[in-house]
């Protein structure tokens, strides 16, 4: 158990539709990352929070948005979802955010199906 | 071109075997080099680091990084079937907060 919880563990929904994925980091962590990972394209970072600022953006799609909240947990909203959205989405947490000086810690993840 | 290539296999060996997996990357810019393992529906988790070029050596596991060739490898000695799991590079510049994952390989020891 790495201490990143993730909730919910599965979610199923149609398109058009907009969930929210909830983060919550190892205690002590300041720094929360977004991943997505799918069969096709693997793990791909889409963005990083430092203490509730936005820190780094990956591939992140202009439909989906994130924030970390002053409690340090983070929440991902995906919106108008796609069939192509369906995926694993993980968090990780590491303790300051120096890059690859520090070792993330991955949540279970999300596992998310459009239908 | 993806900044990172890792072959997704699948890899099958017998249990006692010495595996090699391998990443090759594109981007000079990239000093720190770790090696992810993901068991099935888990979230992966880190299982060696590297710091620009060299070896490093943790009990079975052997991280191997050739910066010259841009080429990392990773090396499990008397592999083991709780060794079964899809392996990840992931790799980091110097400056930034963004780390490239490879694909990852899927490894079965077989008893």
């Known amino acids: 158990d790495s201490g990143v919880t993730q909730t919910p563990k599965h979610l199923i929904t149609a398109t058009g539709q907009r969930v929210t994925l909830r983060c919550s980091p190892r205690?002590?962590?300041?720094?929360v990352y977004w991943y997505q990972q799918s069969l096709d394209q693997g793990l791909q970072f889409l963005i990083h929070?430092?203490?509730?600022?936005?820190?780094a953006k990956g591939n992140i799609l202009e439909r989906f948005s994130a924030q970390q909240f002053p409690d340090l947990h983070s929440e991902l909203n995906l919106s108008s979802l796609e069939l192509g959205d369906s995926a694993l989405y993980f968090c990780?947490?590491?303790?300051?955010?120096?890059?690859?000086?520090?070792?993330?810690?991955f949540g279970p993840g999300t596992r998310l199906l459009v239908l | 071109q993806k900044e990172v290539e890792q072959d997704p296999g699948p890899l099958s060996v017998p249990e006692g075997a010495i595996v090699s997996l391998n990443c090759t990357y594109s981007?000079?810019?990239?000093?720190?080099f770790m090696w992810y393992r993901q068991y099935s529906r888990k979230g992966p988790e880190l299982l060696m680091y590297?710091?620009?070029?060299g070896n490093k050596e943790d009990g079975r596991f052997t991280a191997q990084v050739d910066k010259s060739s841009k080429y990392i490898s990773l090396f499990i000695r008397d592999s083991q079937p709780s060794d079964s799991a899809t392996y990840l590079c992931a790799m980091s510049a110097s400056t930034g907060n963004q780390f490239y994952f490879g694909t990852g390989t899927s490894l079965t020891v077989i008893p």
């Open positions: 990780a947490s590491s303790v300051a955010g120096r890059g690859g000086l520090e070792t993330q810690y």
């Open positions: 981007n000079s810019a990239f000093q720190y």
């Open positions: 205690s002590g962590d300041l720094s």
């Open positions: 929070y430092y203490n509730g600022e936005e820190r």
């Open positions: 590297t710091y620009s070029s």
